[in-house]
């Protein structure tokens, strides 16, 4: 009788502690949910700052820490250089920037979306966190940013208005991603001495016309249409065939291969007619663009594409094929869509779901999420995808090449350039745009780089994709 209730007494003691522990979870998750509701809405940011005091850290895949907490406070990447080239991603604490980790992912960071077990296990852990100086905080959000290429492509693109994309083509994992103009986090946090759209993130939410790039989706267009004569070619005065047309500088005698070296309006113009409107918008529809509307939680702007006013005005539809959007037609891309478009073509035609997060850790270090490498479609065959590949690398090495710039020595480099008019308050400028890849599974590197306001496109967007994609060879041994 004595064992036994000497055994009941035990088995309270441990209900009661079990108890105990179970309350104090929850009421520590309640204050937590309490203290997230209001920062997001904006009613408690002394509460929230307070919070991120124990936030979890946002870390590059380098290792780098780019936001943690030390001593009370929310701190960013200390080199100045990598603080306003991951600010667009990374954002600060005070949600100035809303489509930024520290934003979409706090619950994670401030450690309010565990399970209950899991928050009980690091309830009974808090005495060895403690020892560690780190106590119960939050959440690590592990990104897939390379620190040293991030900075690198926010110093090649410092000097532009603008945006440069780097991603794996195997994997769909964004390695750069940078907006100018940008801020240092400070200036931010306090809201004040930021320049006009510091704070927009133009390679998830601008749309650009896309201009002479768009001549990647006219040919893989063509090459799918039952219309398609293969050897196809005309002679290029620079004069559009039909009235109000497609026009050029004058290029002589091209087939596809000259054409798509020498970036030939007249020659692209053409194909759009023969390829037909429907069938156009078709294709881009097959590429599954459409349907990308984030990377992991951060918002992405979709791809828009219209050509109805073109349908019975083979002028429009011409200047439709070259990627200009003019009179009524709607064309536009996001630079990630135009890195996707790259990689997509380095890859075979597949379309691999981008990434920006890699995984999820708790303070105990178990991984909690992680994301894993998917195809999410296919945006060429591979017979198109093969054919772009070639067009692409061709146009980069040609003694024709208008994408000297692109070219690394020791590497195959496919790329397409492009060159928009814009209306500004000024007048009329150009936007310089490119996007490429190295034909190398080893270095399985794709990109898109948009320069604003800028005079020419080999010196600004070509050779800043060129110089990126040689720092990732670089980074990976090359």
Known sequence: MKKLIRNLKIAFAVLMVL???????????????????????????????????????????????????????????EDP??????????????????????????????????RLIEQLLLDFSRRVLFRSGRGMQGSNIH????????????????????????????????????????????????????????????????????????????????????????????????????????????????????????????????LAVATGADEMIDFLDSTGLQKLDSVDRLSKAAPRWNNEAAEHDEALLS????????GDLVLNFTPVDLALTSAAVANGGKLMEPHIVSKITNPLNQVKEKAEPKEIGRMFSPQVAARLQQLMTEAVASDQSIQTNARIDGFEVGGKSGTLEVDTEGGRSNNALWTGFINDPDYSWAAAVICEDVSGTNSTAVAVGGRLLEAAVRSTGG
């Open 143 to 270: 990104l897939t940013l390379n620190s040293a290429l991030n900075a690198y492509a926010y110093e090649l693109m410092q000097d532009y208005t603008g945006t440069a994309v780097l991603l794996n083509w195997r994997t769909g994992e964004i390695v750069a991603m940078v907006s100018t103009p940008a801020a240092p986090m400070a200036n931010i946090i306090a809201y004040e001495d930021i320049p006009d759209s510091g704070l927009f993130n133009r390679a998830l939410m601008g749309r650009y016309a896309p201009g002479s790039v768009f001549k990647i989706f006219t040919t893989g267009a063509w090459l799918e249409s039952p219309e398609r004569n293969p050897s196809f070619s005309l002679d290029c005065t620079g004069e559009p065939l039909r009235p109000n047309g497609a026009r050029d500088s004058g290029h002589g005698h091209v087939d596809l291969n000259s054409a798509f070296t020498l970036s030939c309006n007249v020659f692209f113009g053409e």
């Open 81 to 114: 250089m990598l603080q306003r080239s991951i600010s667009h991603v990374v954002g600060d604490y005070t949600h100035h920037m809303s489509n930024t980790i520290e934003t979409l992912y706090q619950d994670e960071l401030l450690g309010t979306r565990r």
């Open 319 to 326: 200047w439709f094929g070259t990627g200009q959007a003019v």
């Open 19 to 77: 108890s105990i522990a179970l309350g104090a979870g929850l009421v520590y998750q309640q204050r937590q949910s309490q203290t997230t509701l209001l920062a997001v809405a904006g009613e408690n940011k002394a509460s929230l700052r307070a919070r991120y005091a124990k936030a979890g850290e946002i870390i590059s895949s380098d290792g780098i820490p780019l936001a943690y907490s030390e001593e009370g406070e929310r701190r960013y990447a």
